[in-house]
């Protein structure tokens, strides 16, 4: 298992007196079996707070809707490709509950 994160914020970035607009240019979900979805997102954030935001999740179990995932943020361009299972973990058995 493993999680890396990177993140630049931006020193000038000044809160939107109006709720930040986002625009999708791609939006995909696959369902890939009965407890696994995949995800694709491509999104422009209009006023984001971060330069530079990189984050790698090999995460497959141990918590809730857990799976691999990356993210890429850019100047407010964002890349995200997951996938995930829709159970919750039980924390007491250490497995995924039925």
């Known amino acids: 298992m493993m999680r890396l994160s990177l993140k ?19 939006y995909r979900h696959w369902t890939l079996s009965k407890n696994k979805s995949a995800e694709l997102q491509i999104t422009n954030f209009k006023s984001t707070h971060t330069v530079f935001d990189f984050m790698l ?16 943020e850019l100047l407010g361009f964002m890349f995200s490709v997951s996938m995930y299972d829709h159970r919750h973990w039980d924390y007491e058995n250490h497995c995924w509950e039925q």
């Open 8 to 26: 630049i914020g931006n020193p000038l970035y000044k809160p939107p007196a109006e709720e930040e607009s986002q625009t999708d240019y791609v």
């Open 57 to 72: 999740d090999l995460h497959w179990w141990g918590s809730d809707h857990q799976g691999p995932k990356l993210n890429i």
